[in-house]
């Protein structure tokens, strides 16, 4: 399985860590600029969704401007991406896809989920329970 991710420049250079951006340079996210069609989707989509942040917004229109997925558990964010036709998926979705397509292990899956939930973030207990037994079964 292939998979390319993309990070949208302004949330690079505005909003992560440069540790954070290099890391994610070197797992081989590409940092993409918005065309100014896109820059100008962007604003409109700031006047018509209150909630996402503007960061989340540039990832939404990132998202459609380049035809891929949006990976994000923000509720307000998955709204805005289904209302305007982008195709959203969560955290955990994401980490499913990653295992399926062997691009981590079971492990490496668990252990990244462990380092999520330990910066607190707001994943659904159950399915995070299901999935770290699932994955640390398959590696025993």
């Known amino acids: 399985m292939s998979v390319e ?7 690079a250079e505005d909003e992560l860590p440069s540790s954070l951006v290099d890391s994610l340079l070197e797992a ?11 820059m ?3 604003s409109e989509l700031s006047e018509t969704y209150n909630q996402p942040s503007r960061a989340d917004l540039f990832g939404l229109a990132c998202a459609a401007e ?7 558990g923000d509720k307000s964010l998955k709204s805005a991406a289904e209302m305007e036709g982008v195709d959203v ?12 397509g ?18 607190k ?20």
Not at 5 to 11: A, G, Q
Request: glycine share 6%.
């Open 66 to 72: 380049n035809d891929c997925i949006l990976v994000s």
């Open 40 to 42: 100008e989707y962007v």
């Open 89 to 100: 998926h969560g955290t955990l979705w994401f980490l499913d896809k990653l295992v399926e």
């Open 5 to 11: 991710l993309l990070l949208p420049d302004v949330i």
């Open 28 to 38: 081989g996210v590409q940092i993409v600029s918005l065309s100014p069609e896109g």
């Open 121 to 140: 973030p707001r994943l659904p207990q159950k399915e995070v329970t299901r999935r770290l037994s699932k994955w640390r079964s398959e590696n025993q």
């Open 102 to 119: 062997k691009c981590l292990s079971g492990r490496e899956a668990s252990d990244a989920l462990e380092r999520m939930i330990a910066g």
